[in-house]
């Protein structure tokens, strides 16, 4: 028979004479106060809310106790907090505070008409993990009653980083990367991937600075840049409806120099700047410049680089000469010829400025995915169906957007402005409180010895600043 923790006495090592005692009997307090910042985010984009619109309900009314958007809110704010599984929302379905962030109106669960909910204010966790399982709208069953729209989800995205300018930009640039999600089981479409040495799905990434515009699960057995022209012209043509004068680029590695991609930003008006695999015709077309570095690099014993321009075509995959942007790098004890193709001209971008600055800033892209992975669990995929574990990477997309918001409206000027996500987490959003609630407010008393009080402070007020 399973213990119940909460009357447990719990007896820890003396202090002196004195007995150390503790029990989980505290009431209604919560470890994660920082939910009152998100709802302030909430509360002014209503992001969550548009996100939850995105499902199409067809339970039947008189048998519900939690609304979609309710439910949406729940396993979204769940991640942000740090809660990967829906294992853990058997407990946090009493949380008040939590219910007072995804507008739960029964903040303890006092009036539910049915008495196995009656008490708590959330669902618990068969009831999320369902919603975890919901098929496309063409496809509901008596045992899948909630059905989404992928389109509506994928535009969501876009949606919020356009309502996240307080203006047009005069350029945007969009980085595009794909990596690798482990799979441990024997989910659908799991392959093994050769360069990551591992079963896995191959997950594309698309984001505008801070900002995920794509998150799309795909299995392994493909090309890195399968899918991205679809993906890339459905993006550019949504922002251009809101921005028609923007000025657009793609930017990626070399898995996305492919001419499909290429020709179409040329025949679409947006610029790109690809990595570009290097061969022996490309190492041969700067022969003279890698020698020189090699020269230079054992004269002086630092690293030794130099920038030149060509124009090259391959034999059988490219429709039409491009420039390529080459750096000949030599290394103590290595050489490293290093190539990018663009359509950006020489004469605005020189070869060094559009290598450094340019193709170079692409690499803070890949911090942002470690954040969903690592932080946000983005790689919690290990349902069997795909669908459902695409919809999992959507609801670590979603938190990802809130933390980012939160980082770039909230923590602005404060010691966190640039902080990873699981450290705001740790050191902003985990702060104890005691919850009050009477006919007339809610009251949270939160913890006087948390470090970062006044930055929270700082944030809350700087949220409400923003626009809405």
Known sequence: MQTD???????????????????????????????????????????????????????????????????????????????????????????????????????????????????????????????????VEEQPSRYRRVALDPAAIEGQFVDC???????????????????????????????FHGYYRSYCYLPLYIFCGDHLLCAKLRPANQDGAAGSVEEVARIVDQIRSHWPEVEIWIRGDSGFAREALMAW??????????????????????????????????????????????????????????????KAEQLPGKTNPRFVVTSLEAGAFPAQILYETIYCARGDMENRIKEQQLDLFADRTSTATMAANQLRLWFASMAYVLMAELRRRGLKGTSLANAQAGTIRTRLLKIAGLVKISARRVYVSLSSVHPLQYVFAQAIRQLQAAPA
């Open 5 to 135: 923790c909460s009357s447990e006495q719990l007896s820890f090592q003396a202090f002196g004479g004195r007995r150390v005692e503790g029990r989980f009997d505290a009431g209604r307090t919560t470890t994660d106060a920082g939910w009152l910042a998100l709802r302030e985010i909430e509360a002014r984009r209503g992001w969550l809310e548009r996100f939850a619109e995105c499902f199409v309900d067809h339970r039947e009314a008189s048998r519900v106790e939690h609304a979609i958007s309710v439910l949406v809110k729940q396993r979204i704010l769940g991640i942000v907090a740090g809660y990967e599984d829906v294992n853990d929302h058997e407990t946090l379905r009493d949380d008040a505070l939590l219910a007072l962030a995804c507008g739960e109106e029964d903040l303890v669960g006092e009036h539910r008409p049915r008495e196995r909910d009656r008490g708590h204010a959330l669902a618990g966790k068969s009831t999320l993990n369902r919603l975890e399982h919901a098929v």
């Open 161 to 191: 980083m356009i309502e996240a300018h307080d203006e047009a930009p005069e350029r945007i640039v969009l980085d595009l990367d794909a990596t690798d999600d482990p799979v441990h089981g024997h989910q659908e479409g799991r392959f």
């Open 265 to 326: 930003c040329e025949a679409n008006g947006v610029h790109y700047v690809l990595g570009l695999a290097k061969n022996a015709r490309l190492n041969r077309a700067i022969g003279e410049a890698l020698e020189a570095v090699r020269r230079e690099q054992e004269a002086t014993g630092m690293a030794a680089r130099r920038y030149r321009e060509l124009r090259y075509r391959t034999k059988k995959t490219w429709s039409r000469q491009r420039r390529v942007v080459a």
